[in-house]
């Protein structure tokens, strides 16, 4: 796995979380915009989804089981929409704070991405 990829998906993640933490703040719900920068971070950790399995099956292994390595992936992929839609359906500014949740838990997951395909072994 690349760990530019790995970096691209947090930062852009917590960019999200802030955006619509600001919207949160100001009492808005997500907007068009924010759903445009949904796609940006869901399309990057779908990207992600593909390196990895990629990787796999190219016969690289994660430092630890396969199995949490392929879960957090695909967790990683679906975090971000699922709030997205979770969003539609509160249009206040939880639905915003429902988005940052999403957010962080990404970034969160991309952390432990990292560690569990052993990022700094040598």
């Known amino acids: 796995m690349t760990d530019a990829l790995t970096v691209a998906v947090g930062v852009t993640a917590l960019l999200l ?3 619509c933490g600001l919207a949160a703040y100001r009492d ?4 068009d915009w924010h ?3 949904m796609a940006v971070v869901s399309l ?3 990207a992600q989804l593909v390196v990895g399995i990629v990787a ?7 430092q630890e089981s396969t199995a949490v390595f392929l ?7 679906v ?11 509160e249009r206040t500014r939880w639905g915003s704070l ?16 990292y560690d569990i395909w052993g990022g700094g072994r040598a």
Do not use: N, Q
């Open 79 to 89: 975090c971000v929409p699922g709030t997205g839609f979770m969003s539609l359906s």
């Open 98 to 113: 429902t988005v940052v949740a999403g957010a962080v838990v990404l970034a969160v997951l991309e952390v432990r991405l």
């Open 35 to 37: 759903f445009i920068g």
């Open 44 to 46: 990057l950790a779908l």
């Open 71 to 77: 879960a957090y992936l695909i967790g990683a992929a």
């Open 28 to 31: 808005e719900p997500t907007k």
């Open 56 to 62: 796999l099956a190219r016969g690289d292994s994660p």
């Open 17 to 19: 979380a802030a955006w």
